[in-house]
């Protein structure tokens, strides 16, 4: 017997066990007893449509043995809505298990649906995420609930000195450098609407991003960001305003003071941009054959565009 098959609470259940194809199953997954037994009374209650109390902690009990089982989140935040159950309860008992279960998609999901319901931002959400970012700062679900929010309730004018202070922490974490640019920029594809002041807006990120190149000029995050904020630029020459930005880390006459494999990498295109293809060769060599060999083919490859007059855009 089991805990189920024991109580009387569930003795009104007839448990509908798993079909595994037969009495000799050609490849059964071997659950342990008490998952098969949970599981058993579940789609004995979800067939029946029951909501209910003793429903919604059978849910609890499966998901505590396995809480990537989606068939169950979704049964279980159809009952919470039928039964108009406190949502904030709800959010504090997905705390625990979100900082025990830190790549789990199913309980961010989760988590997002319960929190549309929420008319308003409750106080503790924000910390909460400050608590599973010092778990993993890089966590793509975090990140990714954490801008659902900045969308969901309009957070996108006070975001920006968190994701900053990301940054600050490491510069080198590019889920930070990403929530950056989407606490920037992103509110023009979502509002549908220009970006008040962009030119100085613009101006403040190039300011940033170089900052950081200075501190940390082998990251790539920055560079790309960098590059990314200047395309987007209304004014200006585009990357060929960065040449003498990336002077300062990389000069082919002089490979053995190359600080940054990124700088050659960025001159190759800005030179390619101006027609010098004999320079912007030599940066491409340089990475291929000393400073990024490991992606030779890829170098020799641009070259070879070089020769054939092809612009690459990138």
Known sequence: MGKYADSQEWDDIIPIPQDDGGPNPLAAIAYTEAYSE?????????????????????????????????????????????????????????????????????????????????????????????????????????????????????????????????????????????????VTFGREGHDGVEIAGEEEICKREIAFAEAAIRQAPQNPSPWNYLKGVVRRRKSGKGLQDLKAFAGEFADVEREDEVRSSHALDLLADIWAEEKEKERAGKALELLARRYDPIRKNYWNYRRGLLELGVAEAR
């Open 38 to 182: 949970a599981m058993s009374y579940l789609r004995a209650v979800m067939a029946k449509d029951e909501i209910s109390e003793r429903a919604l902690e059978l849910t609890e009990e499966i998901i505590s043995m396995n809480p990537a089982h989606y068939t169950v989140w979704l049964y279980r935040v159809k009952i919470i809505f039928a039964l108009n159950l406190d949502l904030l309860e709800e959010l504090d008992w997905l705390n625990d298990i979100s900082l025990k279960h830190l790549k789990n998609y199913q309980i961010w999901h989760h988590r997002q649906v319960i929190m549309a319901a929420i008319p308003t931002l409750p106080p503790s959400e924000l910390p909460f995420l400050t608590r599973m970012f010092a778990k993993d700062a890089k966590n793509y679900h975090v990140w990714s609930y954490r801008q659902w929010l900045v969308r969901h309730f309009s957070l996108w004018d006070s975001e920006l000195p968190y994701a900053e202070s990301m940054l600050r922490a490491d510069i080198r974490n590019n889920s930070a450098w990403n929530h950056r640019w989407f």
